[in-house]
């Protein structure tokens, strides 16, 4: 879809051990429901499901170990920001990853999720660093950047602290030009 | 259930999951943006709405059907009212703002109204509430010429300079996100931080949204 697929919407496989039939949801028609036939439904439901063992996860093509090491080199090699596995890679892993174990090696998955985290964080702080102390050589501050391969989640870390610094460096100059402007007009 | 949307005489029929979508889309929106944008109130009467006949129907349905539903109208719902309450709170911040916006649109033929009518009085009653509290507390002490509310010291008006991060949803040409700087083009799918106030048309005609 082109709009935005909060995490807990995401379509995820589920092997259910129960029968039940078709259901007209709101967000979309999900099931029948058969055991031992995987099936598609919203990441809310399939915790739910989990939860009440009705049912186990299947695996995200994406949450798989080979995958996740593959992109942890990418990702360690690179200055800039890779694309990541999946927009929201690390809420939905963690979202999973903490209701079940159904996940094929769960653990080498989690500290693999973590490592590729921690690499891109360390990325951002740098990257945070380096935007607000921009100066585009006549004492310009940064006003505009393209940051594609972030995700929410990582935008959110920072987000409070950026645009505030942001915000507050641009005000200060605002008010040191309009100085400027007035002691030139007075002179 | 559908939508139907007047858009440049087209009917535009919208499938239920569509509908949320919009909403979750100007949810994000709302609660990123330094200020209001404008009202869904359409999208959230259209989804309560919906819950409201789904859950008429419990009665018919299996017991995890109901549990099912259930659950996602406790979503859509905490969506709906959060959101609104995200719109509340931005006209408690910028009451005086907002009713002098939309009093100069108004007649206009491409007026767009920020707010609902029922966001409207309420803005009017909240506005008109704090500052005779302002009066009673403070002002009536005070001696002339002080005990006035100077109309334009009094209005707290949002930031509209204020960094956000948006995403783009289609391909747009020639955008000056930085007026020190040339126009840009912009994909379909990449991130970007400028200031609000340069891509705001963008986010109102819905080519950009916020992130």
Redesign the interface.
Known sequence: SSGINAEYGEPVSILPNFTEDKLYLISGDVGPFQPQVPVDVPLWLAINLRQRQKCRIITPEWLDVDKLKDKKAEEIESNLFTKPLHPHYMEISNIILGNSRDIQNADEVRTLVKDIWDIRAAKLRKSVNKMINHDAGDGQLLAHVEISNITVLEINTMRKFFTASLDHLHNLRNHAEICLRDLDKQS | MDLTMDEDEQYEQLT??QV???L??SW?NERVSPYLQESQQEVVDC?LE??QS?EENFSRA?P??VG??Q???Q??RYMATDYLRTRLHKIEKHAEYALEEQKDQDGGEDAVLKLSPAEFIYAREFHRNFQNHLKDTALKHMPNPFNELKKSESVTAP?L?????FKV?EDINDVL?????IP?DLTQ???????FLPIATLLDQGKI?L?
Do not use: T
Not at chain 2, 161 to 165: A, H, L, T, Y
Not at chain 2, 177 to 181: A, I, M, N, T
Not at chain 2, 189 to 195: D, L, N
């Open positions: 239920a999951a949320l979508g919009r979750e889309e994000v989804l919906q819950c789904v299996s995890f059907a099912v539903h659950l996602e109208i979503r859509i930031n300079n204020s960094f956000v991060f949803k996100v930085d007026p020190r700087e840009k799918g990449e991130i970007h931080i400028s200031k949204h992130v």
